[in-house]
């Protein structure tokens, strides 16, 4: 089992920056995809970002590329995601998950969520 908690989550003006934070516990092995997805009231969950428990290559939704970073401590069992020059668009719930082996963009091949931080931007 895994276990997963954000923070980070608040209100910003467009052009600011956020800091999410992921606590993951339990069984997680250097061979697991941690992601980013969100959601808004008008969307389903959409993927935002992902990398390797390892490391390795980060990967990115257009959408944000440029903009936002995932990182992992892997000594302290924490997935980032620094998101820079938010945008009124980027208003969401976002979700840390995790899955075995490669990383996806769908969610429902994640099965282990965490419970979401709400970002929201002003205009």
């Known amino acids: 089992q895994v276990q997963l908690v954000e923070s980070g989550g608040g209100l910003v003006q467009a052009g600011g920056s956020v800091n999410l934070s992921c606590a993951a516990s339990g069984r997680i092995f250097s061979h697991h995809a941690m992601a980013w997805f969100r959601q808004s009231a008008e969307s389903e969950r959409q993927f935002v970002a992902a990398i390797s428990w390892s490391g390795g290559t980060p990967y990115y939704a257009d959408s944000v590329k440029s903009r936002f970073t995932i990182s992992r401590d892997h000594g302290e069992n924490m997935l980032y995601l620094q998101m820079n020059d938010l945008k009124p668009e980027d208003t969401a719930v976002y979700y840390c998950?995790?899955?075995?082996?490669?990383?996806?963009?769908?969610?429902?091949?994640?099965?282990?969520w965490g419970q979401g931080t709400q970002v929201t931007v002003s205009s």
């Open positions: 998950a995790v899955k075995k082996d490669y990383y996806s963009e769908k969610f429902y091949d994640y099965p282990y």
